[in-house]
């Protein structure tokens, strides 16, 4: 591997392609739709309800931990639909624990809502 000089433009362009990415996300996939507007409901929530710093920085975290997970879900499961569209037992394996990652982080990230928010509604 070639070690390339520190590029600003080469920064730019990573950061670039990252938000190009999340645009795409966004734009296409349904479960990201849902996301988006479940966070904005968290935010309207919290600034409802007068969260206070450390309910904020829990919930920032929870929520981007479903962010982050179902963008590895989707990462996963377009490249492998990329390489073969069979359905075959270790890809449905794979697509399953990916998407159960994803199903997890909404669990805790429910339960965390909900022990931050129902107490001061």
Not at 6 to 30: L, M, N, V
Not at 72 to 90: Q, V, Y
């Amino acid at each position: 591997m070639k070690d390339e000089k520190f590029s600003i433009k080469a920064r730019t362009k990573s950061f670039e392609y990252a938000f190009s990415g999340i645009k795409d996300f966004i734009i296409k996939e349904h479960n990201a739709r849902l996301h988006f507007a479940a966070t904005v409901v968290i935010i309207v929530m919290a600034i409802f309800l007068k969260i206070n710093y450390a309910e904020a920085i829990i919930l920032t975290i929870v929520t981007g931990l479903v962010w982050i997970c179902e963008l590895i879900n989707t990462a996963i499961e377009k490249m492998i639909d990329f390489i073969t569209l069979e359905k075959l037992p270790p890809i449905k394996y794979i697509k399953d624990i990916a998407a159960a990652a994803v199903l997890v982080a909404a669990a805790v990230a429910l339960i965390t809502g909900c022990l931050i928010f129902i107490p001061k509604i």
